[in-house]
């Protein structure tokens, strides 16, 4: 028998610890060809990179310039792990690319910047997955996340997004206003307070204090070391935080302009107050930060749950990292996009012949029709080719406003803007949306099928209809608008089109059967017209 074994461990002078060990950089001739692919990728989606950078000039999305350091600031943190696992081959990569080069195709062909934007991302990820597999890839996966929260939301998600946040705003500021004494009235998203009106406007909204809260929460949910649920908390709470602060701020606008004059909501005090309004929703983010430490099974103190990891040791073990094979078979993907997008010719849409809206009929049936104006600063943001904005009036005293907004081309950064976001938005809320077809029309071989929405704003009530005639289709829905869109872009060169709104006054006791009856009879009236100035 040999000596007995020992019970205790033995100390660092005992048995000397292995150093760690690590992976190096690729060499020099690799990173070349990883630089390459990323070349390769960026001048691919170039345009809805551009766009991108574009959209970062607004305040709302002005963070995204800091992301890009802020994620490199993230994947450097993580570095130590990152040394320490392997690069793998991974044909997830593989197929997150052909993914990516497909949204490519669907953005180009279909001229939706923000399906090139996301391409772009999703491609990028694609790239790094095939280069470094799931298990390392994994430990960068939330710098990477972090880039999505730079892109625009689509257009008719951010309307309705700050619509809905502006009459939001508008009750609780108007709630704090009541909380001191202050006599006021609420119609929409407009405060009357007797001697001012305030008018909570799409800059009010508080997206431009959404959006980089967001960002910053998100921030710190990755720097925070504990539970899941506690990163989550603090990701999702920057929503209430940022609603609650900015009706509060609209309330102090409010109190301010009773006692002090309109001065206190322009110029320079209202800018100052929106930047004193964010750093105290930062504020609120760090006391939530702080109490998330300090409760929970895994309590910790404020330093340590949010203390930076550390670095890869000087004296670790190095050993030389390879390029996967799969890395390698993406390169083909990128290469054969690239040549496609390049040797793809400018496509120009089919503009089919049509008159202007200027000869639409002003005498329709019994109905005569008395033309307006749209204001030149809503012209700018509706982006569109013709309209026509009319009132008709019949005999018996009844008027109806008819709006329709055309486009030759719904190429990117230009297309139809859906009434369910732009109505909110001044001020109407509302009380009913349903679909309705209108017997005796078609458009197409097809019935006439609308939007039929009861809005209100205060005492004030209003019978809307409203569709998208696209291209000899007739639609409801906005998101299968885009969908056609996108299909006949790929198959006929052709994404003109038009929104048709029709709008009745629907005082408050009227029969809405009837005011029913009178829009559908206006339909009918109008429907063969439309057919000339809307092409098939």
Known sequence: MGEPLSTSSPTNHQMPQPHPYAFGGLPAWQWGIVALAMVVLFWIFFEGLTSMI???????????????????????????????????PSWLGILVTLFSLFLYVAGELGTLYTVLQYGLLVSVGGVLLSLMGWKAFRIILP?????????????????????????????????????FGISVFLEGNVID??????????????????????????IAAILFKGAFWKKAVLFLSTIPITVLMNSFRIGVIGILVHYQGIGMAEGFLHDFEGWVVFMACGALLLIEMRLLAMIGSDRSSFGEAFAIDKLTPTSASVAARQIP??????????????????????????????????????????????RGQIEPIYLDALKLDDYLMADYRNPTGDLINLYIAYYES?????????????????????????QRAIPGTGVGGQPIRVNRSLIQMGEKRALVYYWFQQRGRVMTNEYLVKWYLFWDALTRNRTDGALVRLTLDAPLGEDLNELDALMSEFVNLIEPSLRRFIPE
């Open 410 to 434: 719904q190429r990117k950064g230009a297309s139809v803007h859906s009434p369910k976001s732009c109505l909110p938005g001044g001020g109407w809320r509302l009380q009913d949306f349903s």
């Open 54 to 88: 574009r959209a970062w000039d607004s305040e709302e999305y002005s963070h995204g310039y800091l992301l890009p350091l802020v994620s490199a600031f993230l994947i450097w943190q993580r570095s130590a792990l990152l040394a320490q696992t392997p690069f793998q």
């Open 325 to 370: 094979w799969t890395f390698y078979a993406v390169l083909p993907l990128l290469v054969a996009i690239a040549v496609f997008a390049h040797s793809l010719p400018e496509r120009e849409d089919v503009t089919p012949k049509r008159p202007e809206l200027v000869f639409f009929p002003s005498n329709i049936g019994e109905w005569r029709g008395q």
């Open 193 to 218: 307070l007797g001697n001012y009106q305030l008018q909570v406007a799409e800059a009010c909204s508080g997206l431009r204090y959404l959006f980089p809260l967001s960002a910053l929460g998100f």
């Open 143 to 179: 710098a990477y996340v972090l880039f999505f929260l730079a892109v625009p939301l689509p257009n008719f998600l951010y309307n309705n997004l700050s619509s809905q946040l502006q009459l939001i705003s508008s009750q609780l500021g108007v709630s704090v206003i009541r909380f």
